[in-house]
């Protein structure tokens, strides 16, 4: 079983857990996170492990607004299918919204929507591999292991077109 780093930080969406690997960044979790969505499971904490204190300084930068693309070198425990519904996350653009079809339509398969939806879910790195930026087919928001609330203010942070209704950061 691999060994992870971690250390907690403040956020305007409450405390987070960053968890990196000898390889980069595993895992971004929740404070109410579910124990079993991604598969890091053992860490310790290490509040200077350099991954960790970039991860720290960019998701800074992200929620002041000074941020809309993040580097720093990922290393997600998934299988290849998940790890390829992430890639393709990874590729929408700050501030813009895509659904789980569109997903699947890109990963040439668009009876895969469900498979695409349980591969989002399990994302173990929230806001920098961008799972808040994908909508239900009919556009509303979906699930988020961060919270519906969370996810909405994430879209409203970047920009992102919510329907007719736009509401004030919470922060």
Same mark, same amino acid.
């Given at each position: ?20 690997s ?22 310790t ?6 991954? $960790? $204190? ?19 070198? @990922? ?13 393709? $996350? ?10 789980? @079809? ?6 040439g398969?668009?009876?895969?929507v ?10 173990p ?10 909508l ?12 519906i609330?969370?996810?909405?203010? $994430?879209?409203?942070?970047e920009?992102?077109?919510l329907?007719?209704?736009q509401?004030? @950061?919470?922060?």
């Amino acid at each position: 079983m691999m060994e992870y780093a971690y250390k907690e930080v403040d956020s305007p969406v409450g405390k987070l857990r960053i968890v990196a690997s000898g390889k980069g960044l595993a895992a971004i979790l929740w404070e109410n996170d579910k124990p079993n969505r991604t598969r890091v499971r053992k860490y310790t904490e290490e509040p200077q492990h350099p991954v $960790l $204190l970039e991860t720290e300084s960019q998701l800074k930068e992200y929620f002041e607004g000074k941020r809309t693309s993040f580097s720093i070198a @990922l290393d997600p425990d998934g299988t290849d299918f998940q790890k390829e519904v992430w890639r393709i $996350l990874s590729t929408i653009p700050y501030g813009e919204t895509r659904t789980y @079809l569109d997903i699947a339509r890109q990963m040439g398969n668009v009876k895969a929507v469900r498979a695409v939806g349980a591969a989002n879910g399990r994302n173990p790195i929230s806001i920098i591999v961008p799972c808040h930026r994908v909508l239900g087919t009919s556009g509303g928001l979906t699930g988020f292991a961060g919270g519906i609330e969370t996810k909405a203010a $994430l879209l409203l942070l970047e920009g992102a077109k919510l329907g007719t209704k736009q509401a004030e @950061l919470p922060w």
